[in-house]
């Protein structure tokens, strides 16, 4: 297995997409494709920890997957909740702490107490910075950042030329971790589907075909070795042209 390389990204953020599909490729019900995809998260968890990259954040259910049929709905909230109970104990147990972002307030009320659950739990743990996106778009995270910064302006505690990006960025739902380096999306698809948009401003990005159930260990290591090739120039020029 080829190893990962030396230069590794601080925070990943996966979409990932191409359940269905996989689903269809077998005969079996979309909920199943679901299903199989606890397997690669799994191994994503296991490997980020191991390799030390503190944060990882996946996309599990956006603001606009609410539009899919309501079985298919329910499928994932009912797969969500019981990957939250069968996890959760190894996941505390190797100092992965949890959290979930999204509009909370949309989700299952046993969902919401079992999020709570987790996080409390988990609210010590430094091995990982795991966060799940749930109910998330990040058109939605950057609404209600305004909303707070509004509240503090209308109450006095804030003046408007004090909203800085620093600012900004902390009103977000990912505060207080590094921006995403490498973004990774498996289906096929190349396009943000509302995910991180503020924080992902300048992310590596990656796109795979391979479909999620199938993201394997050596497709995560291609993609860190993709990350280590990139030169991250942030606007300013190449480091070799700038003497
Ligand atoms: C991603 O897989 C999971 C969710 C969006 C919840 P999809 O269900 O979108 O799978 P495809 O894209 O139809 O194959
Ligand atoms: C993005 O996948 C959302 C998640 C993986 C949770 P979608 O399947 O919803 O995205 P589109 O519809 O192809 O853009
Ligand atoms: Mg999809």
Request: proline share 5%; hydrophobic share 45%; glycine share 8%.
């Amino acid at each position: 297995m080829a190893q990962p390389p030396a230069n590794l990204p601080r925070h990943i953020a996966i979409t990932m997409d191409g359940n269905g599909r996989w689903a269809a490729a077998r005969g079996v019900l979309r909920a199943a494709g679901h299903k199989a995809g606890l397997k690669p998260v799994r191994m994503c968890i296991e490997e980020c920890a191991q390799l030390r990259i503190g944060a990882l954040t996946l996309f599990a259910f956006s603001s606009e997957n609410w539009g899919r049929p309501p079985e298919e709905v329910g499928s994932l909230m009912s797969l969500f909740l019981e990957a939250l109970d069968s996890e959760i104990a190894e996941l505390h147990a190797k100092g992965v702490r949890m959290r979930f972002i999204g509009e909370r307030r949309t989700l299952p009320v046993r969902l919401q107490s079992r999020i709570a659950a987790a996080e409390a739990r988990t609210a010590g743990n430094t091995a990982l910075n795991l966060q799940v996106a749930v109910s998330y778009g990040g058109r939605w995270d950057i609404v209600q950042a305004a909303q707070a910064l509004a509240r503090e302006c209308a109450s006095g505690a804030l003046r408007a030329e004090e909203i800085s990006e620093a600012r900004f960025a902390a009103a977000l739902s990912l505060a207080g971790l590094p921006d995403p380096d490498l973004h990774i999306r498996t289906g096929g698809e190349h396009r943000i589907s509302n995910f991180l948009l503020w924080q992902l401003a300048y992310a590596e990005l990656y796109f795979t075909p391979r479909l999620w159930p199938d993201f394997a260990l050596a497709d995560l290591h291609e993609a860190l070795g993709f990350f280590a090739s990139r030169e991250r120039r942030f606007g300013r020029r190449p480091a070799a042209a700038s003497a």
